[in-house]
């Protein structure tokens, strides 16, 4: 069996319908030897059950991860923090092997084969470390590498101490305490924090990315094009604010509709790896 080159890593909770959607395509369109890892963050709607009902994904729940780092002398709490999307990709990072290795989003649909070896001949073509898309950030908000489809040089990320985790820093302490205060951030008194450096999911390895000269690029139009993020819904059991409502009800919509005309699917292929 030819040894895996890329691993591709997802956390998700709650999303059955999405999981259903993003993997039944993912393994269709796959032309790399890979090996698939998914976190799930204590689902309650059948998520797990589902991705453990597939012998092509390997999923490892929130209490498996506990206890392996309990038996590292770590400890993981089903908090706020641990539960996030950033901490969440940091473990599962720290388990790759392979010399590359992609985070995606559980709300996918990958619309075209060989989309996968495009990526990775594009990024090695072009010497590149990390390959994805930038949101610019705005005001104390950083440029951030976008995790739904990105791909990262495994020695790289290592050599620069990558982490995916959120953070923030402030000048001002009583600024500080606004935000440690939100218990959601409101976009707008994001934006009045003066004296702030607000580092979302990808901005931190964006910035390590960027002092170090490390050359990225984002993804190539033929990739972006056979690759559709729905959206909301890597999360997708949790309620959405009242002003995305409508734009959820559209994507849970949108993957029943593209979940009732998938042709059926064969028995998974074991993972690589």
């Known amino acids: 069996m030819t040894p895996p080159l890329v691993t591709i890593l997802c956390a998700t909770r709650n999303a059955l319908e999405a999981v259903q959607l993003t993997f039944r395509t993912l ?13 799930d963050n204590l689902s309650t709607d059948g998520t797990l059950e589902c991705l453990r009902g597939r012998s092509d994904v390997s999923v490892v729940s929130f ?37 590359w290795f992609l ?18 001949d594009f990024a090695r073509a072009g010497g590149l470390d990390v390959v994805a898309d930038v949101d610019p950030g705005e005001g104390p908000i950083q440029p951030r590498f976008l995790p739904w489809l990105l791909l990262a040089r495994s020695a790289t990320f290592r050599l620069l101490r990558g982490t995916f985790a959120e953070g923030a820093t402030f000048e001002d302490p009583g600024e500080e305490r606004r935000w440690d205060a939100m218990p959601v951030p409101v976009h707008a008194e994001v934006l009045a924090l003066r004296t702030g450096r607000i580092y979302d999911v990808g901005a931190v390895l964006h910035a390590r990315v960027a002092a ?35 734009l959820h009800r559209s994507h849970v919509a949108y993957v029943r509709d593209r979940l009732c005309h998938l042709p059926a699917e064969s028995s998974s292929t074991p993972v690589d790896g």
């Open 27 to 39: 393994r269709a369109t796959l032309d790399v030897p890979c090996r698939v890892l998914v976190a």
């Open 63 to 99: 209490p498996e991860r506990r206890a392996k780092l309990r038996r590292r002398g770590q400890v993981l709490a089903p908090d706020a923090h641990d539960l996030r999307h950033g901490p969440t990709l940091d473990w599962l990072a720290s388990q790759v092997a392979t010399p």
């Open 212 to 246: 170090s000269g490390r050359a990225w690029a984002p993804l190539p139009l033929p990739v972006r094009d056979a690759v559709r993020h729905i959206g909301s819904m890597s999360w997708a059991g949790e309620e959405p604010e009242a002003s995305v409502a409508a």
């Open 103 to 120: 985070t995606i989003d559980s709300d996918l649909d990958f619309l075209a084969r060989g989309w996968l070896g495009a990526l990775l």
